[in-house]
Structures are given as C-alpha cells and as structure tokens.
C-alpha cells in the first residue's frame, strides 16, 4: 500500500513537472514519435510485403510449363497436357489462360486470367480486383466494364463481383475471365493455352520430374515452385532491404536524439534534483520519477507513433513508400495491405523504444542524484 | 543530542581554490531548544547546518545524532536520516518552479507512501498558520519574496521532523510575520522539537523561545550563549 502511493505520488509529481514545460515536452513527444512512426511503417510494411509473398505462393503451381519460340515465350499446344501427365509423378496437368492488358482508359496494366473452374464466371460475367474497380469508377454490382482491343471493337462485361482477398497486391489489377471470353477476346485458339500447371506427387520428385519432362519436350521452359519462390525472396528481400535502410536512418536519428538525452541535465534539471534530495527523495525516488517521466514520454510516442504507422500502412496504403513499390503494379496507390501485425516484433518495438530511452534519461540522473545536495543550501 | 566534535569543512580540497569554511568545530546542540548561528557572512553557518543536516559530510572530525555517528554514512542512510529528522528552510527557498505553493509543499511527503489526502491537509494547515492558505493553488513564481519565504518554511514543516533547519527564515519577513513565523518556532519548542537558525535579526535573537546562541567568525565557533 505503501510503496503504491508512493509510486502514485511520484507519478503525479512527473506530470506536474511534465506539464510545466508543455512545449518543449511536446516537441519531444513529437520528434520521438516520429522516428516511432517511421520504424514502425517500415516494420508494418515489411512484414505485409512477406504475408503478400506467402499468399502468392500458396497458390502457385508446384510446376509451370512455358513454351518458349525463339528463346521467347510463346503460346502453348493443347497437346502437350498428355504428354506432360504421362511423366511419372506428375497429376493434375491443366493449360492456364492468362495474360496482360494495357486499359487505355484507366492507363493501367490488367492481369486477365481465366480460373478454375470452380471460380469461373459465367460468360459475360467478369470478377475484377479492387483497383481495376476504383480505377474504372465501377461502384456497383452488375455494372457494365467495356474493354476494347482495337479501334471499333468494343466488348462489353458485367461485373460479377469485386475481390475480397487478404492479398490485395496481387489482386487490385486482376480481372477473371470466362474461358471462352478469353479466347474470344485475345483471339486465342482453341487448342492453345498461356502455358501449363502442374502438381508434383513428391516435392523432392519435382526435379527428377523436370529432368524427364525437359527431355520430352525440348522446346519448353519449366518453372518451379522453388523458383518461384526464390523470385519472390529476391523480389521481398529487395523492398525489404529498402526498409531496413530507412529503419537504419530512424535509428540514427533515435540515437542522436537519445545520446542528446544522456549527454546531461540542465542546470535547472539538476538543481531540481538537487531540492528534491535535500528535502527527502531518495537517489531511489529520484530515478523512479524520471522513469515515469520517461515512460509516459516513450510510451506515449510509441501509441502515437504505432497508431499513426498503422492507419499510414494500412489504411492509406503507405504512400511514403510509393517509391519502392513502383513497378509493382500500375495500378498503384489504389490498393491497401492487408492489415497484419507481428506481436513480436511489435514487442521488440516497443523495447527498442523504451529501454534506450529510459537508459538515456537516468544515467545522467542517477549522477547526478548520488551526489551531496549541499549544492541548494546556498 | 547533536554534538559536532572538531569538524572541519573544506570545499574543494586538495585544489588551488580549496576554502576551508568550518575549522575544528566542536558543538553540541541539546534537543528540545531554540539554538541561533549567528555570524558574519562568510563565517559558516550556513556550511555548518549543511553539515548537521547530512546534506554533506565533513572533511574532519565526527557528528553525532543522539550518539549515533553520522558523519561516515553513505549517501542513502543520510538520506534516510534527512527524511525521517529534518525540515529545511533553505536560504534561497529552493522551491520548484511551475509547481503550485501547495505542491511544493507537499513534495517531502511524496516519497513516504502516506495517503495523499492526510498530506494535503496537514499541507493546507501549515499554509493557513502562516497566512498563505487562499495562494495555495498558485504557481510560486507568482509570490511575492515573503509569500515564498512562508512557502518554504511550510514546505520544511509538512512532515512533523523533529528538527527544523532554517537558513535565514525570517530575512524578507516584516514585523508582524517575523513574530508569527516565532509563534511557530515556540509551538514546535513546546512540543519538544529542535529548532536550528542562522539569522542577522537582532528581533530574533532576543526573542523568547531562543535557548542559545551560537556566535560564528572565519569558520569557527567563537562563543555560546545560553
Ligand atoms: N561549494 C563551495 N565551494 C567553495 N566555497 C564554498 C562553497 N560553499 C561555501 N563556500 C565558502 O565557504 C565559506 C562559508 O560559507 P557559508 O555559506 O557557510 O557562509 P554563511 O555564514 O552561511 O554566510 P551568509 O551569512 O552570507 O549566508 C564562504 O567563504 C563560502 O564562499
Ligand atoms: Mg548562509
């Protein structure tokens, strides 16, 4: 009971002594903020980036058959599916329709694919990402998308429905097709397809797979679902190491700022102090109300700081970091990360902001609260 | 008992600006009386209360607190010792800015885990005796150099110490508040506590509840009067 108004007296002398000094504190909040707020973007987005990669994986094929005309990559025959199935190991072989379309009323690149069966709209019907949505003004279901491939020729679709997918980066500009308006509309014969899919029994079959495979038909390129995943990594690791720069920069700043911090107290800081000692408070009571002072400091910067890279990540789709996510799609600033957040690493935050901190503001306390306070006597 | 034998007090020792302010002192103060340092400036009173107070420690010799030496202890058990038996009236006040007068004179109970509302009363009491209840929830830079002095005499009276220290406490007092302030001095007398002031005040000196006078010159003790 004792120790706990202790701690309450304590407390409520820091704010006292916090509020004294509004401006000068806010700044502090502020400036700490901000650098919170910058690492805890690039933290939220890197850690969005790597759940988008994981998405895009899980659906990826464990082998892709691409036919390849000139060392270039060419439409696939039909005919090749059997071929491919009678390979030992291998299931489930499908031709994929799919391709890119330059809107020229939106300006956009469109990712057309044509499903599974399972998802495949009716014919007429399309099922566009949110980005195509927002970039065609298309508000309503059943409104009417008109594409167009040449002069003159316009098609019309209706919009079946809009995406609901945690992975909005590889959604936003995609647009499902009923097979035969696939064909239809990039002029794609029938015995044709984009390139092919395959399932591997045994992932550790699927380079004994690829080897045979590649004998049999030596015009085609194969693409695993390692490679896959080795293009992604390279792709995350690059934006991601983009972020640990800027998380690097923040960092410096932090620690410019905190070694600031320790580098002493103002003479009046230390004056107080001084009285405080004099007149009872313990080296003990001393460092404990500037851990509070601390603590409501930090932790106030950390809420501030999270929350702010929060809604900037997730809700505006983090524009500071337009820069390194160009090129992913064109479609850009109109699509939003899922929200995700790592508790862990939310947790290392919140340390990597506290404790620093608070070691900054009481190493120079502690100093000077050790000493004699005669030093107010006169 | 407080009793001061051959103390001696050197500031910056070992350097070229080394001042010795107390040289071989030796007091003793009885509890329960009024003792009065008197003295030119510069003579160590000032230095003197420091010492006793365990605000710091002598460069020589021993101080005694009711037999118990004190002058060896590390800082946390001086601490203790300021807590639990000093009040202090510092010469320049030393109140904390930006705080209210009733905050300020609260802030020595802060770290004895007493329930704040027992604090504020006793806080409040001890403003009303010394006229300053209706400023009490004034910032104290607003006081005037009276008001402030009346503070901090509060301030050093909030946690019942058995000693008060007081620096200079009635030198931007008038009359009538110098005879109020020794109104308080002869209570806290009467309720057998001990109360240790430096002062130039001819009114205080021959005031009644005055048990001695201690006359100082070049850091050293040079008569006591009781
Ligand atoms: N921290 C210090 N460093 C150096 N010299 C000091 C220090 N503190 C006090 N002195 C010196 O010690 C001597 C005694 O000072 P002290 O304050 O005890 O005098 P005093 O009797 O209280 O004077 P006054 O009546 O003016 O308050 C003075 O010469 C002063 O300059
Ligand atoms: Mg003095």
């Given at each position: 009971m004792n120790a706990l108004r202790r701690q309450r007296a304590l407390a409520d002398y820091t704010i006292a002594a916090l509020s004294r000094r509004k401006v000068k504190n806010l700044a502090l909040v502020a400036v700490f903020s901000l650098v919170v707020f910058l690492l805890a973007s690039a933290m939220f987005f890197a850690s969005a980036l790597r759940q988008e990669a994981d998405a895009a994986l899980e659906g990826a094929p464990d082998l892709i058959v691409q036919q390849l005309s000139l060392g270039r990559q060419a439409m696939i025959s039909a005919d090749l599916i059997d071929d491919l199935a009678s390979i030992r190991g291998v299931r489930d072989v499908r031709g994929r329709l799919w391709g890119y379309y330059y809107d020229r009323v939106s300006g956009a690149n469109y990712t057309v694919m044509v499903p599974e069966a399972g998802q495949m709209p009716p014919p007429g019907q399309v099922i566009i990402g949110e980005g195509i949505a927002r970039a065609r003004g298309l508000e309503w279901q059943g409104a009417p998308l008109f594409l167009s491939r040449k002069q003159g020729d316009l098609n019309r679709f209706d919009v079946a429905q809009t995406f609901e997918s945690d992975s909005a980066l590889l959604t936003a500009d995609l647009l499902l097709m009923n097979a035969a308006d696939f064909r239809a509309f990039f002029s794609v014969p029938e015995d044709m397809f984009t390139d092919l899919a395959a399932s591997v029994r045994n992932p550790r079959e699927?380079?004994?797979?690829?080897?045979?495979?590649?004998?049999?038909?030596?015009?085609?390129?194969?693409?695993?679902?390692?490679?896959?995943?080795?293009?992604?990594?390279?792709?995350?690791?690059?934006?991601?190491?983009?972020?640990?720069?800027?998380?690097?920069?923040?960092?410096?700043?932090?620690?410019?700022?905190a070694a600031d911090k320790a580098s002493g107290l103002s003479a009046e800081e230390a004056r107080e102090i001084g009285i405080l000692k004099?007149?009872?408070?313990?080296?003990?009571?001393?460092?404990?109300?500037?851990?509070?002072?601390?603590?409501?400091?930090?932790?106030?910067?950390?809420?501030?700081?999270?929350?702010?890279?929060?809604?900037?990540?997730?809700?505006?789709?983090?524009?500071?970091?337009?820069?390194?996510?160009?090129?992913?799609?064109?479609?850009?600033?109109?699509?939003?990360?899922?929200?995700?957040?790592?508790?862990?690493?939310?947790?290392?935050?919140?340390?990597?902001?506290?404790?620093?901190?608070?070691?900054?503001?009481?190493?120079?306390?502690?100093?000077?609260?050790?000493?004699?306070?005669?030093?107010?006597?006169r | 008992m407080i009793t001061l034998s051959d103390v001696s007090k050197i500031y910056?020792?070992?350097?070229?600006?080394?001042?010795?302010?107390?040289?071989?002192?030796?007091?003793?103060?009885?509890?329960?009386?009024?003792?009065?340092?008197?003295?030119?400036?510069?003579?160590?009173?000032?230095?003197?209360?420091?010492?006793?107070?365990?605000?710091?420690?002598?460069?020589?010799?021993?101080?005694?607190?009711?037999?118990?030496?004190?002058?060896?202890?590390?800082?946390?058990?001086?601490?203790?010792?300021?807590?639990?038996?000093?009040?202090?009236?510092?010469?320049?006040?030393?109140?904390?800015?930006?705080?209210?007068?009733?905050?300020?004179?609260?802030?020595?109970?802060?770290?004895?885990?007493?329930?704040?509302?027992?604090?504020?009363?006793?806080?409040?009491?001890?403003?009303?005796?010394?006229?300053?209840?209706?400023?009490?929830?004034?910032?104290?830079?607003?006081?005037?150099?009276?008001?402030?002095?009346?503070?901090?005499?509060?301030?050093?009276?909030?946690?019942?110490?058995?000693?008060?220290?007081?620096?200079?406490?009635?030198?931007?007092?008038?009359?009538?508040?110098?005879?109020?302030?020794?109104?308080?001095?002869?209570?806290l007398r009467d309720q057998g506590k001990t109360v240790l002031l430096t002062s130039h005040d001819p009114r205080i000196i021959a005031a009644a509840p005055v048990s001695a006078v201690v006359e100082m010159r070049d850091g050293q003790v040079v008569e006591v009067r009781s």
């Open positions: 699927r380079a004994t797979v690829v080897d045979k495979a590649s004998r049999a038909m030596p015009d085609a390129r194969f693409v695993t679902r390692d490679d896959i995943a080795r293009t992604y990594m390279k792709l995350f690791d690059w934006r991601e190491g983009m972020m640990v720069a800027l998380a690097a920069v923040a960092m410096l700043a932090f620690a410019i700022f004099a007149i009872g408070w313990d080296t003990r009571d001393v460092i404990a109300m500037k851990l509070w002072e601390g603590g409501f400091v930090s932790l106030g910067a950390f809420l501030l700081g999270t929350t702010a890279a929060y809604a900037h990540v997730f809700w505006a789709g983090a524009p500071l970091f337009a820069p390194v996510l160009k090129g992913w799609a064109v479609i850009y600033p109109a699509f939003r990360l899922a929200p995700g957040v790592d508790l862990s690493e939310l947790v290392v935050l919140l340390l990597l902001t506290t404790l620093p901190y608070a070691a900054a503001t009481v190493v120079p306390v502690w100093r000077a609260a050790s000493a004699d306070p005669d030093a107010v006597m | 910056n020792e070992g350097r070229p600006n080394a001042v010795t302010a107390l040289h071989a002192v030796t007091l003793t103060i009885a509890r329960g009386g009024v003792t009065v340092f008197m003295g030119p400036s510069g003579s160590g009173k000032t230095t003197l209360l420091s010492l006793v107070g365990c605000m710091a420690r002598p460069s020589t010799g021993r101080i005694t607190l009711d037999g118990a030496p004190v002058s060896g202890l590390p800082e946390r058990f001086l601490t203790d010792l300021r807590r639990r038996h000093f009040g202090f009236v510092f010469q320049r006040f030393n109140l904390i800015r930006g705080l209210t007068v009733l905050d300020n004179v609260m802030l020595p109970a802060a770290p004895l885990g007493e329930d704040p509302r027992a604090v504020q009363a006793r806080a409040l009491a001890r403003l009303e005796a010394l006229g300053l209840g209706p400023k009490a929830l004034m910032p104290v830079e607003v006081l005037s150099g009276g008001e402030t002095q009346r503070a901090a005499i509060a301030r050093a009276l909030v946690n019942d110490a058995p000693v008060l220290i007081a620096d200079e406490p009635t030198a931007n007092l008038d009359t009538a508040l110098t005879h109020r302030f020794l109104d308080i001095v002869a209570a």
